[in-house]
C-alpha cells in the first residue's frame, strides 16, 4: 500500500456523498446505489471492489492546520475534506471529497500519481493557509 502501483482503469465517478451516507447500509444497498446513478458494469465493478476492505486497502489523508493559542498551547483546525488512496486487485483508485454549491461528493478517479498529487494539492489549498501551508504562522 502507497507504494508503487498502477492506476486503476476507472472512468471517473462522482456521487453525492449525503446521498451515499443515507442509502448505503451493506454491499447490497450498495449496489444498488451505485446502480441508480447509471454507472457502467466496469465502474460498479471497481467501485464495489473499492469498497469491500476484504478486496482493498486504504489510506485516507487529512489536511490539519495548527496555529498558536492561549497560554502557547497549539490549536489545530482540521480540514473539512480527504483524500483516500484504495489500492485494488484492478490498481490504484483516488478518492476525494469536494464541495460545490453547498453539496459534498466523492469523486473516484484512477489512481495516477498525477490525480493523487492533484488532490491532495487542492486538500491543502482549502486550510486557511492556502498556497502558503509550508511557512503559515497564522492564529487558527
Request: net charge neutral.
Amino acid at each position: 500500500m502507497c507504494g508503487v502501483a498502477e492506476a486503476a482503469p476507472l472512468r471517473p465517478v462522482t456521487v453525492d456523498a449525503d446521498e451515499l451516507l443515507h442509502a448505503v447500509r451493506d454491499a447490497g444497498t450498495l449496489r444498488s446505489y451505485l446502480l441508480s446513478q447509471r454507472l457502467d458494469v466496469d465502474q460498479l465493478q471497481m467501485v464495489t471492489m473499492a469498497a469491500d476492505p476484504t478486496r482493498s486497502a486504504h489510506a485516507t489523508l487529512v489536511a490539519l492546520q495548527a496555529g498558536v493559542g492561549p497560554e502557547k498551547s497549539a490549536r489545530i483546525l482540521v480540514g473539512d475534506s480527504t483524500v483516500a488512496i484504495v489500492d485494488t486487485a484492478a490498481g490504484r483508485i483516488c478518492v476525494e471529497s469536494v464541495t460545490s454549491g453547498q453539496r459534498r461528493y466523492q469523486v473516484l478517479s484512477p489512481g495516477s500519481r498525477s490525480d493523487i498529487g492533484g488532490a491532495v494539492q487542492r486538500l491543502i489549498r482549502r486550510l486557511p493557509a492556502g498556497d502558503e501551508w509550508y511557512s503559515y504562522r497564522r492564529v487558527v
